[in-house]
């Protein structure tokens, strides 16, 4: 798939042990922003059919936690989009 001048460049200048922790901290700074982000749009505040469920914070109940965290457990159960 790739020459030996091009295995021995990655190898020389991609795989070095010094950049090992930086791939490792973008990794994982990349994958909490997409957990983020998908938390963000599960959200009853976000509208994605305007037609068939214009208002989806009216289905939410008094004792369904809509939050990431919930650090006193109030709440009996998580509040999950059914439809969108």
């Known amino acids: 798939m790739f020459s030996k ?3 021995i460049y990655l190898k020389k200048h991609w795989y070095r042990s ?3 922790p930086i791939y490792a901290i973008c990794g994982g700074a990349l994958s ?5 982000a998908s938390r963000a749009l ?3 505040e976000v509208v994605w059919d305007k037609h068939n469920n214009p208002y989806p914070w009216l289905h939410v ?3 369904e ?3 990431l965290m919930d650090p006193n457990n109030r709440f009996e159960k998580q ?3 059914d439809r969108l």
């Open 42 to 44: 599960k959200n009853p």
């Open 18 to 20: 010094e950049l090992i």
């Open 32 to 36: 909490v922003c997409a957990y983020f």
């Open 65 to 67: 936690n809509v939050k």
């Open 79 to 81: 509040w999950s989009r």
């Open 5 to 7: 001048a091009t295995k």
């Open 61 to 63: 109940q008094q004792n």
